[in-house]
């Protein structure tokens, strides 16, 4: 099982990205996927997350709206499309793949997920 991140860069606040999370090993449209980010000094955090069962999407509160999680199975990749980025945005994403998609009290549960894929860092910036 391998997922691999790609798509992140440097952006001017309000631009956009496309991150992508290619799966290899496994089928992907059979499990969920999550992002995560983390910034340097602060803890992991939930960005968003696709089941498998029925396609439904979660997303953190400050993503709602900015961002989309979608899957393309015939490549077997989850992408996340990132617009009107901040600088807040700052950090490495990681793509996971797990049974479900956890989310508690509105947060998308990164114990949830069995397997990580290596990030990409994303650097919002003027």
């Known amino acids: 099982v391998q997922l691999q991140a790609s798509g992140g860069g440097l952006v001017q606040p309000g631009g956009s990205l496309r991150l992508s999370c290619a799966a290899s090993?496994?089928?992907?449209?059979?499990?969920?996927i999550g992002w995560f980010r983390q910034a340097p000094g602060k803890e992991r955090e939930g960005v968003s997350c696709?089941?498998?069962?029925?396609?439904?999407?979660y997303y953190g509160d400050s993503m709602k709206g900015r961002f989309t999680i979608s899957r393309d199975n015939a490549k077997n990749t989850v992408y996340l499309q990132m617009n009107s980025l901040k600088p807040e945005d700052t950090a490495v994403y990681y793509c996971a793949t797990g049974s479900y998609c956890v989310v508690v009290a509105g947060t998308i549960w990164s114990g949830g997920m069995d397997y990580w894929g290596k990030g990409t860092l994303v650097t919002v910036s003027s």
């Open positions: 696709i089941s498998s069962r029925d396609g439904s999407t």
């Open positions: 090993g496994f089928t992907l449209d059979y499990y969920a």
